[in-house]
């Protein structure tokens, strides 16, 4: 047992870095259902970096913390009785029988015929309008306005001066003989050999650490918290007598069977025939009344209801859900494998020969010949001449503004109508009795 342990604590030293410190240890990423977040209540998956709570019935939460609801238990509603409602009987009501009313006969009163008045037709004489002569206004004819003229000023023309062109000589820059360098042939260099140098090789000798008991840390026993068991109230259950109320019954008045009403035969009058009165030169007619028997209402025997027994309602017993209990099952910490780094040899530069660059032999230096700048010739500007602006004055009556209703009076910069008569407006275009 003690062997395992040691061997255990130096496979621990190992994954630390004690044997090869100076190798980079990979990022191994720390398990996080480790230190059980979840607790008793739920399970902890890993999921990437992180982890995720599968809570048991009735817990929630992240962390699966939030204890369940556990719904009071509340009473039962039961409903009181209450009697239905049993309309009383009340007779249908029977209208007596009314003798129909015959109205006596009136011999018809004749109208003697009276010829209607014709009123005489008179002619009626057509309206004449009197003829009223138009007002016309005396025409005046008005004096054109005829502006002074006044001479538009004409500034003297003032011929622009031009320089005179003088053509520039082109600058001829003196040309200077490059110089050109004595060729000398230059010796090849030849870098003297140097060996190089090789390092003897020393066989390394194996680093061997010494032997540091390692601390075993004194096993403590976890505390698990004793379980107790929640006490669950289950309410007594009272069973509700169902409320019987006392049978009463109800009030049937005796039936007595109605006579038939059974009208007495009444013969209808028949006045006597009398010959009406007829006048020589119109026949009248002569109006016969039709015979109308008498209404016999039929017997309805009335509508005595059934009487139907109600059911008292008991409502059904429904048994309270209790929850069955889970035992929790205690956290066992899953065993995971130290990490062994493998050994990798060492690696030895193989020798690479030095570079030596070519001799390559270098051109002589010819300046390249530039053309020199010469300006180029612009043209002066010379302004255009603009003949200057001279206002002119124009009739507004050319055009003709108030057509044929009216005549245009011409006021120097407008114009005003005069219109005929029977028209009016600011252009002589509306037509009205107003304007007469």
Known sequence: MLFCVLVLCFVSSIQAGSVYPNVIKPYAPANPCLKNPCGYNGKCIVKGYGYKCVCKYGYSGKICDKKPYVKPYVKPYVKPYVKPYVKPYVKPYVKPYVKPYVKPYVKPYVKPYVKPYVKPYVKPKPYVK?????????????????????????????????????????????????????YVKPKPYVKPYVKPYVKPYVKPKPYVKPYVKPYVKPYVKPYVKPYVKPKTYVKPYVKPKPYVKPYVKPYVKPYVKPKPYVKPYVKPYVKPYVKPYVKPYVKPKTYVKPYVKPYVKPYVKPYVK??????PYVKPYVKPYVKPYVKPKPYVKPYVKPYVKPYVKPCVKPYVKPYVKPYVKPKPYVKPYVKPYVKPYVKPYVKPYVKPYVKTYSNPCLKNPCGYNGKCVNLKYSYKCACNLGYGGSRCDKKSSYYH
């Open 130 to 182: 009197p003829y009223v002569k138009p007002y016309v206004k005396p025409y005046v004819k008005p004096k054109p306005y005829v502006k002074p003229y006044v001479k538009p000023y004409v500034k003297p023309y003032v011929k622009p001066y031009v320089k005179p062109y003088v053509k520039p000589k082109p600058y001829v820059k003196p040309y200077v003989k490059p110089y050109v360098k004595p």
């Open 306 to 311: 059934p009487y139907v027994k109600p059911k």
